[in-house]
């Protein structure tokens, strides 16, 4: 890397290097070399920690929100229902059970999770599309089915957190109810047809109760 | 395999270290054949001192440079790629307003899928990136090389023909990304049946330049020249072989992606930048750079520690630890040919602050080669695993390319073209008013642009890291700062819209004969208007 | 500094020991990893819809590569355990993206399993968020004054609609959509070692 001197196809002699106009005493500034023998030692210790600290952690084993149910204390299922809400319910419905106005109804003191049990499960297992009225307001969206992807546990997990949460204060369920639900609606392959059909099969509870419930939670 | 991994890391750090150590020493030592009196051969006999501007009253005097003459052809192909590098400027930013635009305004322009945000901001990058960006770096190249080799162009017909080809590539290219026609990878969109024609090109304009400096007439080559050679030496390479179709796949081929996406940057535009920066400042000012032997570090550096930065986009994901650790470090340690840069050019235009008044291409070049340093010391926080873990996947990212690729190269192309095209064509500018207009313009506009991103970018990347909050919020919270990006985009544009009407103007034939004085200018201004 | 030759080539040889570094190297530890057995190839549909997703830059916009716990809350988020190399076997070219003015997507299909819903969200995505500020498009989808044999309408809420019209996917968006619902990489991951644990290196330092 290092071109020995040699003389300059232009006959340009550079005899003459002790005049040298700008030239300093040392052409790097000690600052430069001070930093670059700083940022050395850094580089080392860096590389060095990230190395050993990288193999000294076993890597973790993580699998995407499928908290382990089976559980049989309240507040580890608990723990897995919120994890599972965040995973599969928080990204329409919001962390706080909001929902989002003229879009996604909410759970926070809604008829729908706080009532019979059944009418939630059932709304996990298959969704719902077209019109469904909670609090006053209308609404037109639609909700995925989960009963492929999440099992009995999971989904029981996931309800009770919602009717124990933001308000709401509606007993747990039991993995065995949604199981009951499954086989009820065996042959169903599809999302239930808004708010009328849900009246229909169960009972979703009068509005009076909801709106009070609803003011506590504001 | 812990072993031999740690082995390699270990391995690959001390040999840039022992590089740059004995680099450092055989500097010291003046090993190199090197002298301050080198760095003075850019400065013709009697200029020393003397401000050189062709757009300025301190200009007159100043003739164009004697050896090698200015030939019909060798302006044609000059301006030639002056001018489709500005209508690839035009093209691109406006892409890029439309783009930021929608960022915030998603159902504008979304009829149809040409239009899509995906798509348009594609085009932006890759117009821009080697439209722009790469024409003005490789015409201003074919001015600055043979004016320090002192030696005529070689093959100028056959640059013409790789311009051209460039041209065609760069159109061909944005057409197949609008339509839909693309390698998916960012920084390297274009199909390989593109790249082909791209590579081609490339090669006609890289193969005569080298033929060029071989044919040179002066002993040394001028650290200009360094940087350009190198550049033409290490493109085609990484530009061949990242866009090799069908060898590279998975996460192997997003390692691939980022190692060529940031050599763009740092082995493509960067050199370009510099290069031609360390040629027009000290130009312009009529004195050498501060230390001409500090350069080598700037240079060698970069070379060294620029060529592995490339993993830190891929920061917390899923490549080997060793990897990203090891483009971390090397992206700190690019502060010290950063800063023997900064010493070199910044101690010269900040002690000649009088030339910086005076002539408005140095502005553009002096706060460009500022912005360099600004960048890459930005760069080398960035990759600190404590600051990407907020910055990453944020706006603040964009903001950052943004000072590299248009606050540092592109303002250094504004004023390298500004210098040039009164020698070139031998006329002044028509209307030096729009110079320090267009100058102002995006200024404010990058300005307004690059801190709206920054902290927009930054309270996003907090956001998201904040498990407590809704994720949307992180997106949500942004909405304000986009919209200032907007406007700064657009004035950026318009000081483009001034730059290529000034440009068009002169080499229209408005504008008056050099050596004319400024009054005459004036005049023919008027009358013209 | 006054050779072309050697200048060049010791240029060249940089950028070649730093190609050895960050190409060759990690493409030799890479390329050994072996698919997951839980990992199922693109289906033809799936990767019709894959094209889609490149061609309109999805990737802009979105990444596909959940980070660390160690690192930030993308678990708690829903968008999936840490990825691995394992994880991108059949993805060619990669989409692990550098943006997140939208969600991570390497999970989607598990997160949001809905066909309907995905469709709905392509269309018009304020119809879902109405905050939203990504693109419809439009363009994948039909309007039709009715619904014909075997036509897949998408429920969009009448505001967002021309009026008394249905809309219709064309099978651009049906691929889309089934590109979209295969990505779900909550099997056990393999391999943790080779991705980049230098934040919970961080960690464990702190500790």
């Known amino acids: 890397m290092s071109e020995r001197r040699h003389k300059t196809n232009d006959g340009q002699e550079h005899a003459a290097e002790e005049f040298e106009p700008y030239e300093m005493h040392n052409p790097v500034p000690w600052p430069l070399i001070a930093l670059a023998l700083a940022l050395a030692v850094w580089g080392i210790l860096t590389l060095y920690s990230t190395q050993e600290a990288a193999q000294d952690t076993p890597p973790v084993q993580q699998t995407q929100?499928?908290?382990?149910?089976?559980?049989?204390q309240a507040k580890g299922r608990s723990e897995a229902g919120e994890a599972l809400f965040s995973s599969h319910c928080a990204t329409c419905h919001q962390v706080?059970?909001?929902?989002?106005?003229g879009a996604v109804p909410p759970l926070a003191g809604s008829p729908y999770v706080t009532n019979s049990a059944d009418v939630p499960i059932s709304i996990v297992l298959f969704g719902i599309e077209n019109e469904i009225e909670v609090a006053g307001n209308t609404y037109n969206g639609l909700m995925p089915t989960f009963g492929h992807t999440l099992d009995d546990a999971q989904i029981a997990a996931i309800v009770s957190y919602i009717r124990g949460n933001w308000g709401n204060d509606a007993m747990p369920v039991e993995s065995s109810l949604v199981s009951t639900l499954r086989e009820r609606f065996a042959g169903r392959d599809q999302p239930w047809n808004g708010g009328a059909e849900l009246a229909q099969l169960f009972d979703t509870g009068a509005t009076d109760q909801t709106s009070a419930n609803l003011e506590e939670t504001r | 395999m812990g072993f031999t991994i740690g082995t390699l890391l270990a391995f690959s750090f001390a040999v840039s270290l022992i590089a740059l150590a004995a680099l450092i020493w055989a500097i010291s030592r003046r090993q190199f054949n090197v002298t301050q009196r080198d760095a003075m051969m850019i400065l013709p006999e009697g200029e020393e001192g003397k401000v050189d501007d062709p757009t300025s009253h301190a200009s007159d005097g100043h003739a164009a440079p004697e050896s090698p003459p200015m030939t019909r052809e060798w302006r044609r192909l000059l301006l030639f790629m002056f001018i489709s590098a500005i209508v690839w400027l035009l093209v691109g930013s406006a892409f890029g307003l439309i783009a930021s635009l929608k960022l915030h305004l998603p159902d504008w322009l979304n009829g149809s899928p040409e239009l899509t945000f995906g798509r348009v901001r594609t085009m932006h990058l890759n117009a821009v990136a080697y439209g722009w960006l790469s024409l003005a770096g490789i015409g201003t190249a074919l001015w600055v090389l043979p004016t320090i080799f002192?030696?005529?162009?070689?093959?100028?017909t056959l640059i013409l023909l790789g311009g051209l080809l460039w041209n065609v590539g760069v159109l061909a290219g944005l057409l197949a990304v609008a339509?839909?026609?693309?390698?998916?990878?960012e920084w390297l969109e274009f199909p390989w049946q593109v790249d082909l024609v791209l590579a081609a090109g490339g090669a006609f304009l890289a193969v005569p330049l080298i033929m060029t400096a071989a044919a040179r007439t002066v002993g040394h080559i001028y650290v200009t020249g360094w940087y350009l050679l190198a550049a033409m030496a290490w493109f085609p390479i990484l530009f061949v072989l990242a866009n090799l179709p069908g060898i590279h796949s998975g996460v192997q081929e997003a390692t691939v992606n980022w190692w060529f996406a940031h050599n763009v940057l740092g082995l493509?535009?960067?050199?370009?930048?510099?290069?031609?920066?360390?040629?027009?400042?000290?130009?312009?000012?009529?004195?050498?750079?501060?230390?001409?032997?500090?350069?080598?570090?700037?240079?060698?550096?970069l070379a060294l520690f620029y060529s592995q930065v490339g993993?830190?986009?891929?920061i917390g994901g899923p490549v080997p630890t060793w990897v990203v650790t090891l483009s971390v470090v090397q992206s700190v340690m690019m502060l010290i040919p950063v800063i023997a840069v900064a010493i070199n050019q910044h101690v010269l235009w900040m002690r000649n602050l009088g030339a910086f008044r005076v002539s408005l291409p140095l502005r553009f070049i002096a706060i460009g080669a500022l912005m360099y340093t600004f960048a890459s010391v930005q760069g080398s926080l960035e990759a600190l695993r404590v600051i990407n873990t907020v910055t990453h996947f944020t706006h603040y990212t964009v903001g950052h390319a943004h000072l590299g690729a248009y606050a540092f190269v592109t303002l250094v192309m504004f004023g390298s073209f500004y210098y040039m095209l009164p020698r070139i064509t031998g006329k002044s500018w028509p209307m030096p008013y729009l110079i320090g207009l267009h100058f102002w313009l995006v200024f404010l506009g990058f300005l307004i642009y690059f801190f709206a991103l920054t902290i927009g970018g930054w309270l996003q990347g907090l956001a998201m890291l904040d498990g407590s909050r809704d994720w949307l919020e992180s997106m949500q919270l942004t909405v304000p700062y986009l919209e200032a990006r907007s406007i700064g985009g657009f004035m950026m544009v318009l000081g483009h819209l001034l730059f290529a009407v000034n440009v068009l103007s002169l080499i229209l034939g408005r504008g008056a004969r050099q050596g004319a004085s400024q009054q005459d200018v004036r005049v023919t201004t008027e009358a013209g208007a | 500094m006054n050779r072309i030759l050697p200048l060049v080539i010791v240029a060249l040889a940089i950028l070649a020991f730093a190609t050895l570094l960050l190409v060759a190297a990690?493409?030799?530890?890479?390329?050994s990893v072996e698919p997951p057995e839980d990992l199922q190839p693109y289906t033809p549909a799936q990767a019709r819809g894959r094209d889609h997703y490149v061609s309109l830059g999805c990737v802009y916009c979105h990444t596909q590569q959940p980070r660390d716990p160690a690192q930030g809350p993308d678990a708690q988020r829903g968008w999936g355990r840490p990825s691995t190399p394992a994880d991108y076997v059949y993805d060619q070219p990669h989409q692990l993206g550098t943006m997140r003015t939208g969600p991570d997507l390497l999970n989607v299909g598990a997160r949001l399993p809905s066909r309907s819903w995905q469709l709905t969200h392509l269309y018009q995505p304020r119809a879902i968020t109405p905050s939203s500020l990504m693109p419809g498009f439009p363009f994948l989808f039909e309007e039709k004054n009715s619904a014909g044999e075997g036509d897949v309408v998408v429920p969009v809420p009448e505001r967002y609609r021309p009026e008394g019209k249905v809309i219709v996917a064309r099978q651009e968006a049906l691929d889309l959509a089934d590109y979209l619902l295969s990505l779900d990489r909550t099997y056990e991951a393999t391999r943790l070692d080779l991705r980049d644990n230098g934040f919970q290196a961080e960690e464990a330092g702190n500790r």
């Open chain 3, 26 to 31: 990690p493409a030799a530890q890479i390329t």
């Open chain 1, 65 to 72: 929100g499928q908290a382990q149910s089976g559980g049989q």
């Open chain 2, 179 to 185: 339509s839909g026609w693309t390698e998916g990878l």
């Open chain 2, 311 to 314: 993993i830190h986009h891929l």
């Open chain 1, 96 to 101: 706080n059970g909001s929902g989002i106005r």
């Open chain 2, 150 to 156: 002192r030696t005529p162009l070689r093959h100028p």
């Open chain 2, 268 to 301: 493509w535009l960067t050199p370009l930048g510099v290069g031609a920066a360390y040629y027009f400042i000290p130009k312009i000012i009529g004195k050498p750079i501060f230390s001409y032997r500090l350069s080598l570090i700037g240079f060698w550096g």
